[in-house]
């Protein structure tokens, strides 16, 4: 199938699942332009409902592959003037772009075990951010991220362009208040033999260092305005400071997260 018209119908679904986060929660599908994004989704067995191309522009063996991969109804060819109407990058569009289904939104998604290493955030409100947490859990081998309250879309654009493709690789899971937190940390701690819930502040607690993050670990990082919240913090064990020396209040969220990801790796690959 060729499509040459931007306003045929199905361009005109994945322009609107691009702009509007209701449209993607109720259709549940989401828009993925990148060639690696789109093979990691596929490698990593997300449903992909349609994958856009225009011929002469596919040039990378990794997108041929896709194509070749994919059943021949999922992929459609477009004109070039179409894949630049749907592009986030219209002055130099992908080579590919999916339409893919979100998939269940369910704790269970994330592994449960002795050493477990999980994110917590509160109201992510950035989709860098979140974005930029996706991919260093990913990197770092993390089991999982959980968002938790009111968040911005995990499945918009800029979030989605910010995991770099990580989205496919790390679980992520909501739960809408820290009720429905405290209930999966209670299902955890009957399933492992210890769980250190740890809070990171900016300021007044125990340095990450002296901390101990070997046993399964849940690292909550607070709202990128508010911090973590009193309710949040009740339901913590423990809270965890990365020291700083110059005049800046706190970190950003997504920096303050991969540090202490990077020490709690970093004290299991001491332990070995
Ligand atoms: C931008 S900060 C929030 C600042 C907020 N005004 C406050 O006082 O908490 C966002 C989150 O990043 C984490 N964070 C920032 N700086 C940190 C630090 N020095 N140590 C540990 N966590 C930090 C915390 O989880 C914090 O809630």
Redesign the pocket.
Known sequence: MLISSATNPRIKHARKLLRQRKFREQHGEFVVEGVQAVAEALAQGWRLRQVYYHDESVRSEKALQVLDELDAHLCIELTRPVLTRLSERPDNPSELIAVIASPRDDLARVPVSNDMLAVVL?EPRDPGNLGTVIRTADALGVGGVVLLGPTVDLYGPKTVRATMGSLFAVPVAHVPDVDGLAGWITRIRAEVEELRVV?????D?GA?HEQDFRGATLV?????????SDELRAACDTA?????SGSA?????A???S??LYEACRQRAARG
């Open positions: 509160e809070a990171t502040v900016a300021r607690a990450i909550v990082v607070g709202n990128e305005r508010r911090g973590v965890a400071t990365i020291p700083m209040e706190s970190l950003n969220s920096v303050a997260t540090i202490v």
